[in-house]
């Protein structure tokens, strides 16, 4: 049982101290520990400011937006700005060849042109609380959720655990599911660069969408419906438009989504020498099948648009991550503090065995659940067959289908079935291929033999031959069941990282807490896992090689110096060109290395990963200077080892975000309901 005093003891280790380097992700409700070092930095409000139950604060205008990334409220009228990339399958599913939004934009001009979107959802965090007594003192973490989402309408609530359990701490979250797109940007500026400026600085995509929250007359959550109204938040952002200059504070409010920054020199070896080069190998043949049918059809190209960033954002990230890793020497430096961790605590050097031969009883299988991931799973076919055989509402199933077919073309997923069943064969280590699945494949003459005639024979292949009658005798159903291992294995095996492997994680729970007891001069933070979080820098440069420093602003001179009409991810809007030529900038025009022009882009040392897309870059006041959006590739290593000279984030300018609603969008009717400062 965790006894109070160990818990004092360890948040007292965890933030009694000033940090130098501009690292770290805080929980806001312990956030008070760090404000010396945050003021010290240009920090102007309050802890309360930041996190308060009591009164209105900066969480009431933070967003978890679609589970998966981060938004900003912005107006007293629930409008709410997130990343493009955040918004995209929003987008695309109001797209079609008639009305491409990702193509052309989209500005709604009144509230009445607002698109709902269906299933999207945002939750707003409540409050946090710490239940490590409570838990241990034997109170089920079931009672504690049930009681905590019975205090309001639309709440949810979850228990997350810090430092691998050895705090927890309940989330109690409002969520709303009335949400509509009010404005994007065409992918030519919100997704300007596509996979080439993907993880890159410098940088010039604005990467902006506006949404709006709805929620019923009496201002709760509630399912869509026209009778409700625009949301009214305890708090919004003010907006900034004097800009940055570098040296200025920053600080991050979102919902980082993953880091391992104590993970073991076996982790890492595994990270960089086995999962990620193979993951890269196998979207690397995905990619390359999917480009080359984007490149030939317009209908496929916004049909598979949203399947191509998701696949194409971790792919590139994860090269970054091998070479960050490769650079700083990780596992080595790992393997060094390890070393000196046993040397002068020999009574529990024991941890660091026990670790390692957990490791060595896990990864072969969790390895092979991301080999069946990456490669037979990312087969569509099989997944809306199984969908159809264990579907039990026949009219969901049917809306689910009509989902899945408008984004689905078979000669596609055909190519990519060919090789990804070809390497899976070729990769899976021995004895994990079931047998049922050899022998089907061998009956057939084969990978490609096999495949072709699997997809000769399914009706599934079209939409009209779903349905959910008929799945137990398609030609896929027998492929899902020779596939019925992989699919346990994976489900045994679903855990956000092989670290979180509960025959791994239990290891690390007294090994951080000795960690924390020896090692009192380091900053201990917990690990990112999707809940709000503080993070806190400046802006700032970096030298990015031998006589190369990148500077921390782009602009719009940057954008048409790229602009290129026959390459599709640099073919920007031709307003945008005539707002240039004429230099037509309005109140968003200004002064950077002696040029008027329009800032597009800015980066700083803030700690952050995947789940802070779309978060709220705040200056010294609270007030809201820009959109974060990516990091740089030498920064893709920060969810391992966070290297300040080299880590910085990426951000959309506040200013570039209002100067394209304003002068592209023809929408300036919406900074009127924004607080300009």
């Given at each position: 049982m965790i006894k109070k005093t160990l818990l004092v003891s360890l948040l007292t280790l965890a933030v009694g101290f000033t940090a130098m380097a501009d690292k770290g992700m805080w929980l806001p409700s312990l956030i008070s520990s760090r404000m010396k070092d945050m003021r010290s930095k240009g920090f102007r409000l309050t802890s309360e400011d930041i996190y308060s139950i009591n009164k209105a604060s900066l969480k009431d205008a933070v967003v978890l937006f679609d589970g998966g990334c981060t938004g900003e409220i912005v107006s007293p009228e629930g409008l709410l700005l997130t990343n493009h990339h955040c918004g995209y399958d929003a987008i695309q599913s109001l797209s079609a060849v008639e009305h491409d939004y990702l193509t052309d934009g989209f500005w709604a001009m009144s509230r009445g042109e607002e698109l709902p979107c269906k299933g999207l959802q945002v939750a707003i965090l409540v409050r946090m609380e710490e239940v490590t007594d409570r838990l241990a003192a034997g109170e089920k973490a079931e009672a504690i959720i049930a009681a905590a989402e019975?205090?309001?309408?639309?709440?949810?609530?979850?228990?997350?655990?810090?430092?691998?359990?050895?705090?927890?701490?309940?989330?109690?979250?409002?969520?709303?599911?009335?949400?509509?797109?009010?404005?994007?940007?065409?992918?030519?500026?919100?997704?300007?660069?596509?996979?080439?400026?993907?993880?890159?600085?410098?940088?010039?995509?604005?990467?902006?969408?506006?949404?709006?929250?709805?929620?019923?007359?009496?201002?709760?959550?509630?399912?869509?419906?026209?009778?409700?109204?625009?949301?009214?938040?305890?708090?919004?952002?003010?907006?900034?438009?004097?800009?940055?200059?570098?040296?200025?504070?920053?600080?991050?409010?979102?919902?980082?989504?993953?880091?391992?920054?104590?993970?073991?020199?076996?982790?890492?070896?595994?990270?960089?020498?086995?999962?990620?080069?193979?993951?890269?190998?196998?979207?690397?043949?995905?990619?390359?099948?999917?480009?080359?049918?984007?490149?030939?059809?317009?209908?496929?190209?916004?049909?598979?648009?949203?399947?191509?960033?998701?696949?194409?954002?971790?792919?590139?990230?994860?090269?970054?991550?091998?070479?960050?890793?490769?650079?700083?020497?990780?596992?080595?430096?790992?393997?060094?503090?390890?070393?000196?961790?046993?040397?002068?605590?020999?009574?529990?050097?024991?941890?660091?065995?026990?670790?390692?031969?957990?490791?060595?009883?896990?990864?072969?299988?969790?390895?092979?659940?991301?080999?069946?991931?990456?490669?037979?799973?990312?087969?569509?076919?099989?997944?809306?067959?199984?969908?159809?055989?264990?579907?039990?509402?026949?009219?969901?199933?049917?809306?689910?289908?009509?989902?899945?077919?408008?984004?689905?073309?078979?000669?596609?997923?055909?190519?990519?079935?060919?090789?990804?069943?070809?390497?899976?064969?070729?990769?899976?280590?021995?004895?994990?291929?079931?047998?049922?699945?050899?022998?089907?494949?061998?009956?057939?003459?084969?990978?490609?033999?096999?495949?072709?005639?699997?997809?000769?024979?399914?009706?599934?292949?079209?939409?009209?031959?779903?349905?959910?009658?008929?799945?137990?005798?398609?030609?896929?159903?027998?492929?899902?069941?020779?596939?019925?291992?992989?699919?346990?294995?994976?489900?045994?095996?679903?855990?956000?990282?092989?670290?979180?492997?509960?025959?791994?994680?239990?290891?690390?729970?007294?090994?951080?807490?000795?960690?924390?007891?020896?090692?009192?001069?380091?900053?201990?933070?917990?690990?990112?896992?999707?809940?709000?979080?503080?993070?806190?820098?400046?802006?700032?440069?970096?030298?990015?090689?031998?006589g190369v420093y990148h500077r921390p602003q782009t602009s719009l001179e940057g954008i048409i110096e790229k602009d290129n009409p026959e390459i599709y991810d640099y073919d920007i809007p031709q307003s945008l060109r005539d707002i240039y030529a004429s230099k037509q900038y309005g109140r968003w025009g200004v002064e950077i290395d002696g040029r008027r022009t329009v800032p597009a882009c800015f980066i700083a040392t803030n700690h952050t990963t995947g789940g802070n897309s779309g978060s709220p870059v705040i200056d010294g006041r609270g007030r809201l200077i820009g959109i974060n959006f990516d990091r740089t590739w030498l920064s893709t290593m920060s969810d391992v080892e966070f290297d300040e000279e080299i880590c910085r984030n990426i951000a959309v300018d506040i200013r570039y975000v209002l100067f394209t609603i304003d002068r592209v969008g023809g929408a300036g009717y919406l900074l009127d309901e924004m607080t300009l400062r």
């Open positions: 019975a205090e309001g309408t639309g709440y949810s609530a979850a228990i997350e655990q810090m430092y691998y359990g050895n705090q927890q701490f309940l989330f109690v979250y409002k969520v709303f599911r009335d949400v509509r797109l009010v404005g994007t940007p065409p992918s030519s500026i919100g997704k300007f660069g596509g996979d080439t400026d993907n993880w890159i600085w410098p940088r010039h995509t604005g990467d902006f969408s506006v949404f709006r929250i709805y929620s019923s007359p009496d201002n709760e959550p509630a399912a869509y419906s026209p009778q409700n109204v625009p949301y009214r938040p305890a708090r919004h952002f003010e907006i900034s438009t004097a800009g940055v200059r570098e040296g200025d504070f920053t600080m991050i409010y979102g919902f980082p989504g993953n880091t391992q920054e104590y993970i073991t020199s076996d982790a890492v070896d595994y990270i960089a020498d086995v999962a990620d080069p193979v993951c890269i190998a196998l979207r690397t043949e995905r990619l390359d099948i999917i480009r080359a049918a984007q490149q030939s059809d317009a209908k496929v190209r916004i049909q598979y648009a949203a399947k191509h960033a998701s696949i194409a954002n971790a792919w590139k990230k994860w090269q970054g991550e091998v070479l960050g890793i490769k650079r700083l020497g990780t596992a080595d430096k790992k393997r060094a503090y390890e070393q000196r961790f046993a040397a002068e605590n020999p009574d529990k050097a024991f941890l660091l065995d026990s670790l390692h031969a957990a490791y060595l009883r896990n990864t072969t299988p969790y390895y092979t659940r991301t080999l069946f991931i990456e490669t037979l799973r990312a087969i569509e076919l099989p997944q809306i067959v199984r969908f159809a055989m264990t579907a039990k509402d026949k009219e969901r199933a049917a809306a689910v289908a009509d989902n899945f077919y408008k984004n689905y073309d078979a000669s596609i997923d055909r190519a990519i079935a060919r090789r990804m069943v070809a390497e899976f064969l070729r990769l899976a280590p021995e004895g994990t291929v079931p047998e049922a699945l050899s022998q089907l494949i061998a009956r057939h003459g084969g990978a490609e033999a096999y495949v072709d005639y699997l997809y000769d024979h399914s009706r599934f292949t079209s939409p009209e031959g779903f349905s959910t009658d008929t799945a137990t005798d398609d030609a896929a159903a027998e492929l899902i069941g020779a596939m019925a291992p992989l699919y346990d294995l994976s489900a045994r095996y679903a855990y956000r990282n092989l670290s979180n492997v509960p025959d791994i994680e239990r290891w690390y729970r007294p090994y951080v807490k000795a960690l924390m007891e020896w090692d009192t001069d380091r900053a201990f933070f917990p690990d990112a896992n999707l809940t709000l979080r503080v993070a806190y820098g400046k802006v700032a440069g970096y030298d990015y090689a031998d």
